[in-house]
Every structure is written in C-alpha cells, then in structure tokens.
C-alpha cells in the first residue's frame, strides 16, 4: 500500500535559517502530492501540493518539488520566521480502492528569535 | 466561506462517562473523516462518510466508538464509557471529493478523560 515517510523531529533552528524537511514516498502512479501545516492549537491546513512529476508547489515562501525520479517532496524554506514553528504533513491522496489520505506522522518545526 | 467547525472545542469527563463530539463540514462538502491525534503522535484514521454512508470505519479503536452522518452534513462521533486511553485531539475533516482532493480540517475537540 501507499505510503509516507517524513524525518523525525523536532527540528530546531534560528530564525532566518534554511529549513529542509525531507519526505519520501511509495505509491502506485503517480499521484498529487500534499504538504499540511498544523500550528498550535489548530487542525491541519494544506500549506501547498503539486499534481504531476516535476511541477513545484509553493505558499508562504515554502516550496517543495514533485521529483518522481527519487519519489520525494522536500519542504523547504530559505529563511524561517518564528511564527513558521508548527508541525508539518507530507501526504498522499487516496487510491485505488481506499478512500483514505495517507499522512506521515509529521516534523514539528521549533524556530528560536 | 465557513470553514469546518467542531464542538466543544475542549471537553473533560470523568472516566466510564459517554461524550459526543459534533463537527460541521464545508456545506457541499460530501467527504468526511474523522482522526484521532495523541500528544506527539500523527493522525490516526477513525472513520470515513461519502454522504451518510460510512464505507470504511475500520479505524474504529473498539466498539465503545461509532459515529453517524445526518443530512450529508452534521456528524457526530460518540464514545461511550469513556477511558483514560481516548484522551486526544479527535480532527474532523471534510472535501468535496473521495479522498482525491485537499482536505480541510477543523479545529478539534481535545477530550481529556480523568
């Protein structure tokens, strides 16, 4: 079946430095690919997603590479604020004949001033 | 637009007690889901709706949990006899779609049993 892996985290940085948050995929096709944001005390939200094989999703100075080839979306961002401290999602959509996202467990972020 | 919305935001109840947990999907929305998140942890799958139909409850933790979709719209997840195990943060979701598409989550309910 389908599935997600994400690095462990946290993951702790100053504020303005470059955040990489590795994920890796197995999936039959080739689906869209997701990235959610969950910041303290809220529900998930899609920060972005890509639909096909090398296109790049971007939002909030976030972006994250569809790559077929190695069947990953990094997330990055050149320079964190402290407000991007959250918990992020890489995610697949359902297939076949689930009816169910796959979500990896999440990185939680912590950006210091 | 109204996004998705969830009540009570915070609930505790003594362990053995029933707690029903309500969520409100995007209207049109005919998708819906329910997670189960425990501090730290990733999202656990609990129960899928297409319309009132729920073809997949296989994330169900036990029978003490079941849940029920009225109207297309309204859901309302019930456990009973409630454990200190089900304190978490239950995640409602909903999408226009069949899994396909982007979900939009609401807020949570996070259930504390003592």
């Known amino acids: 079946g389908d599935s997600v892996t994400q690095m462990e985290g946290p993951v702790t940085l100053s504020e303005e430095a470059f955040l990489t948050i590795n994920c890796t995929y197995t999936a039959t096709g080739y689906p869209s690919l997701f990235w959610y944001v969950q910041y303290p005390g809220e529900g998930l939200q899609l920060l972005l997603k890509?639909?096909?094989?090398?296109d790049k999703g971007s939002n909030k100075g976030f972006e994250a590479t569809y790559r077929k080839e190695t069947t990953s979306f990094h997330l990055e961002k050149g320079s964190v604020q402290v407000s991007d401290s959250a918990v992020y999602f890489c995610a697949l959509p359902a297939s076949g004949g689930s009816y169910i996202p796959t979500f990896g467990r999440g990185t939680s972020l912590i950006v210091h001033p | 637009g109204a996004g998705v919305s969830q009540s009570p935001s915070n609930k505790v109840t003594e362990k053995g007690k029933d707690v029903e947990l309500r969520c409100d999907p995007i209207s049109g929305h005919t998708a819906l889901y329910w997670y189960r998140q425990s501090l730290g942890q990733g999202l656990e799958f609990l129960i899928y709706?297409?319309?009132?139909?729920?073809?997949?409850k296989s994330g169900l933790p036990s029978d003490r949990f079941s849940a029920e979709r009225t109207g297309g719209s309204v859901s309302t997840l019930t456990i009973q006899r409630t454990q200190q195990e089900d304190s978490a943060v239950y995640l409602c979701?909903?999408?226009?779609?069949?899994?396909?598409?982007?979900?939009?989550f609401g807020p949570g309910t996070r259930l504390t049993v003592t």
């Open positions: 979701a909903s999408s226009s779609g069949t899994g396909y598409d982007e979900q939009y």
């Open positions: 709706f297409q319309g009132n139909s729920a073809p997949d």
């Open positions: 890509a639909t096909k094989a090398d």
